[in-house]
């Protein structure tokens, strides 16, 4: 166990004078202008304050869409039908309630809904059968493709002054498959639907400031080496830095967002005009759709710039003595190297509320090897199956209120941030080990300052 005088030492070392340095004013307002003082269950879902108000009436329709439940068509609701036929939610807010974080079942028999299960086969390539994605519904006539089930195992483990904890491993299994057994070689990766505020910034981080941050070979010895994932840009027809999803395999906000209208509730669009079924769902292909496309250019353009304003929300305590130590605690552990806090969005005439934005999301968008206990064993364009990329860290603290859990990871197994750490390996095996090894008060003020973000 780290001694406390060692600890202070260490934290003085980094910070070049004893105790924890005040934070900057600018890390109040994560967002920059675009943050939003809000900690109710709403707190994800505004507008940027600084939107001009020429986009509003557009936020608005937006929101319509990411809100509506879309239709079995033919219905009478008008450019929202064309349901599935196979899908895994009628609506994105199903997943994403209030703009927040979906979570995995909470008992044996709850259906997945804000979890998904994406597949492939060894190449990688899609299952000729079931696709890249399964769906466990279906529009009346087609059979749904299967019912996904998770189980947990504990795993019991402690920290460094023996204060016990237990993580809980997750094993899937597919039952009632409806289009024949699965392959023996498909690959699984458990998916769980992240929250989306902040997204327009993301994707306003220069390019150059993300390549600068990787270190593929680790040239500096530090045993961080993280790496981005080059993607296709179905709108520019090039291979780019892809920046969204759990593998950064998404480049853009328009991208994922037309991507998962497809492959989560079977709407089409421009980028992904065709239907979601394989040539094996005959009954599928015997549906009547929404029309070609069903989400047409204009509707998505307006979840695009929904998805791209939604505001950050701002911290709520960082003067607090124990969320500043705690922030030191951060930095020491070299949590900072992947979850890099401060990042400035660049300038485009299209967004200017997102441009020139000192924003603090905490992530570096790279691709890391995370360990063989979180490796899902499924490549995904250029990330292998140990890789993942560092998500952001900002309204972690926000999580339960507005998604009513804490479920964290990619598949939602950490049940808390301290088991979120725990289950870290690879490259942050160090920083787990630091975190591990602290005392009881400073393990405390760590997720103390991750609460606060």
Known sequence: ??????????????????????????????????????????AFGFP?????????????????????????????????????????????????????RGRPPETDDEPFLGLLLRISRPGPVPDPVYGDQIQPRAVPGVPPEARP?????????????????????????????????????????????????????????????????????????????????????????????????????????????AAAMLGDIGITSPLFPEENWTDAQVEASKRPTGGRPELDAAKLEALTLYMKSLAVPARR?????????????????GCAKCHVPRHVTGEDPRFPALSGQAIFPYTDLLLHDLGPDLADGRPDFEATGNEWRTPPLWGLGLVRTVSGHTFLLHDGRARDAAEAILWHGGEALKSREFFRNLGAREREALLAFLDDL
């Open 317 to 333: 305590r960082p003067a607090d003595p124990l969320v500043r130590r705690g922030a030191e605690l951060f930095a020491a552990a």
């Open 1 to 42: 166990m780290i001694r406390r005088a060692a600890l202070l030492a260490l934290l003085a070392a980094c910070d070049g004078e004893a105790g924890p340095k005040r934070p900057a004013p600018e890390e109040e307002l994560p967002g920059g202008a675009a943050t939003v003082r809000d900690a109710s269950e709403n």
């Open 48 to 100: 940027a304050p600084n939107l001009p108000a020429a986009s509003s009436d557009l936020f608005f329709v937006g929101n319509s869409f990411f809100k509506t439940n879309w239709a079995i068509a033919p219905a009478s609701a008008e450019g929202r039908d064309g349901l599935g036929p196979l899908f895994n939610a009628a609506s994105c807010s199903s997943c994403h309630l209030r703009d927040g």
């Open 149 to 257: 089930r998770v189980r947990y195992r504990e795993v019991a483990g402690a920290y460094g002054d023996g204060t016990p904890y237990r993580l809980r491993h997750p094993a899937y299994t597919l039952e009632s498959p409806g289009y024949g057994p699965p392959a023996a070689d498909l690959l699984v990766s458990p998916r769980v639907a992240p929250a989306v505020f902040g997204m327009g910034l993301l994707e306003a981080i220069p390019e150059a400031r993300l390549l600068a941050l990787a270190d593929p070979e680790d040239a500096d010895g530090d045993g961080i080496s993280g790496r981005p994932n080059r993607v296709p840009d179905v709108r520019s027809g090039r291979t780019v830095l892809g920046r969204f999803g759990w593998k950064a395999n998404q480049p853009t906000v328009e991208q994922q967002s």
